[in-house]
Nanobody
């Protein structure tokens, strides 16, 4: 059974860092791209970052570029999102999703067929 399990969220002060993990179960990261999305209260889900199946192509939303880094560990079949210089506006529930293909779409939700349960990230002093 395919499953994505997120971990690593929590409360952090502005300027701090967190690393989110997305463990892939039932499939290999070598076959599919993985994306991170977030949804703040009262807002639509937005794409944050994506990594292709081979890990050679990464993409970031403008709001996080230079602060967030997506990576993967094939031995652990896990994708990570390192978030630095966090801002209050980064507060949201973060989701990882599995693309239907090996490449990253332009954060089109219906190209993702499996999602993690979501994890809360709160940036506040």
């Amino acid at each position: 059974q395919l499953q994505l399990v997120e971990s690593g969220g929590g409360l952090v002060q502005p300027g701090g860092s967190l690393r989110l993990s997305c463990a892939a179960l039932g499939f290999t990261l070598d076959d599919y791209a993985i994306g991170w999305f977030r949804q703040a209260p009262g807002k639509e889900r937005e794409g944050v970052s994506c990594i292709s199946s081979g890990g050679e192509i990464t993409h970031y939303a403008g709001s996080v570029k230079g602060r967030f880094t997506i990576s993967r560990d094939t031995a652990k079949n896990t994708v990570y999102l390192q978030m630095n210089s966090l801002k209050p506006e980064d507060t949201a529930v973060y989701f990882c999703g599995k693309e239907r293909s090996f490449y990253c779409s332009d954060y089109v939700p219906w190209t993702y067929d499996y999602w993690g349960q979501g994890i809360q990230v709160t940036v506040s002093s």
